[in-house]
């Protein structure tokens, strides 16, 4: 399993990015996924997840919202009113077990190479 995320990229302060991360070499509906982001000098910290139906999300919240696509194995992530401190690389994640309600870096198995979000003010 393959992790592709993307859509990074420098934005002023209210301005908005949307996220994409495309998994391959798997059954992309067979994975709950999130997002985390990783600031310079911080832990690398849980935006929020989406079931693997698409039908529930945990722990993102306004002005961010999680979506995604099983017919295009897509996950995105919205990001409006974005401020400096959204500055980060951005990872997704894959989990299979279907954990759910985890925050936790250890319970998601596959992990994308980041993008970096730079917000300007």
């Known amino acids: 399993v393959q992790l592709q995320a993307s859509g990074g990229g420098p934005v002023q302060a209210g301005g908005s990015l949307r996220l994409s991360c495309r998994l391959s070499g798997g059954t992309f509906s067979n994975y709950d996924m999130a997002w985390f982001r990783q600031a310079q000098g911080k832990e690398r910290e849980h935006v929020g997840t989406?079931?693997?139906?698409?039908d529930s999300t945990y722990y993102v919240h306004y002005p961010f919202d999680i979506s995604r696509d099983n017919a295009k194995s897509t996950m995105y992530l919205q990001m409006n009113e974005l401020k400096p401190d959204d500055t980060a690389v951005y990872y997704c994640?894959?989990?299979?077990?279907?954990?759910?309600?985890?925050?936790?870096?250890?319970?998601?198995?596959?992990w994308g190479q980041g993008t970096e979000v730079t917000v300007s003010s």
């Open positions: 989406i079931s693997h139906s698409g």
């Open positions: 994640a894959a989990d299979r077990s279907k954990t759910w309600g985890s925050r936790r870096l250890t319970t998601y198995e596959y």
